[in-house]
């Protein structure tokens, strides 16, 4: 196969690492102990954070804080209860209504989209959907009814804001607008051989990031880091086996968690895998997600 003509990345500065889709998958996969557990409490303890305080049998009290913050939109388990304010806000008050005292059903994440569904079987027997968008500025929380017409939001969107998608109470649920791309998790090595060669793209990062579902510029470009260190100048079969080093790894659920360090020992992101475009001293191993997420945004 012919060689990759590489490009850096535009832009320079300091590297950022995002909450990105694969992020995600980490965190829902370490969620998954919690389905089956029942919702003991909800407070909103900022604007754009919530967090459920949810008692899982053997375990006992977890706390999962879920944040659409335009900045940090995030989720994972916290290791203590944050402060609750003393008037709950109109969402909250919903989410107690409907979601207080009920059961985890499911936990998701929507194909490999920054979108995290939770399932929650209420206190009188309805079941309802808690869709959580992490899309920077557009991240949302959105409560659900089982007519799929929405209850309550984090954001409320009216026709003035976009004429894309409202989210107001009463009107149906519409998903976020996407492209339909294929899930990375699931493309084979023929497939990703086929649509390579027929692109021929010069920029392999900007490649992965356009034509599969939720690669993150970050990730993109990490893959590509994995792909020149198999071969130096890279071919399009190094940049497959970079692409399945990270895939099949999610797929079976093998994440080693890492918090990032600069220079003067800062934290600066977290990661589910280790990472070979960072250099490995600035790479701290973590017990899972959790904790790497909580150590990097309670700084």
């Known amino acids: 196969m012919g060689k990759i003509v ?10 950022s690492i995002p909450y990105d889709s694969l992020t995600l998958a980490a965190v829902v996969h370490a969620l998954q102990p919690l389905q089956g557990g029942r919702v003991q409490h909800i407070a909103q303890p900022a604007e754009h954070d919530i967090l459920l305080t949810v008692y899982v049998r053997g375990v006992g009290e977890v706390y999962w804080l879920i944040s659409c913050s335009p900045q940090w939109a995030r989720t994972y388990l916290l290791s203590h209860r944050l402060p609750n304010p003393p008037q709950p806000p109109p969402f909250c008050m919903a989410l107690r209504k ?21 399932e929650v079987k209420g206190h009188e027997g309805h079941t309802y959907l808690l869709s959580v968008e992490l899309m920077g500025r557009h991240s949302n929380i959105i409560l659900i009814a089982p007519d799929e017409r929405i209850l309550h939001a984090a954001k409320m969107v009216s026709s003035r804001i976009s004429r894309v998608r409202e989210v107001l109470p009463g009107k149906p649920y519409t998903p976020p607008p996407a492209e339909e791309r294929p899930d990375p998790r699931a493309v084979s090595e023929e497939q990703f051989l086929t649509r390579f060669q027929q692109d021929n793209p010069q920029d392999p990062a900007e490649w992965l990031r356009t034509r599969f579902e939720g690669i993150s510029g970050f990730l993109a470009g990490e893959i590509v880091v994995r792909a020149q260190r198999l071969d130096n100048g890279m071919s399009d079969v190094t940049l497959w086996r970079a692409f399945r080093s990270v895939f099949e790894a999610a797929n079976r659920g093998e994440w080693e968690p890492v918090l990032v360090r600069d220079e003067e020992h800062r934290p600066v992101g977290a990661y589910p895998i280790p990472l070979a475009c960072l250099p490995e001293e600035q790479q701290h191993p973590r017990s899972n997600i959790h904790v790497a997420l909580e150590n990097y945004y309670a700084v």
């Open 6 to 15: 590489m490009s850096r990345p535009s832009g320079g500065g300091t590297l």
């Open 98 to 118: 409907y979601l207080q005292g009920g059961t985890i059903l499911t936990i998701a994440q929507r194909r490999f989209d920054r979108i995290l569904d939770v």
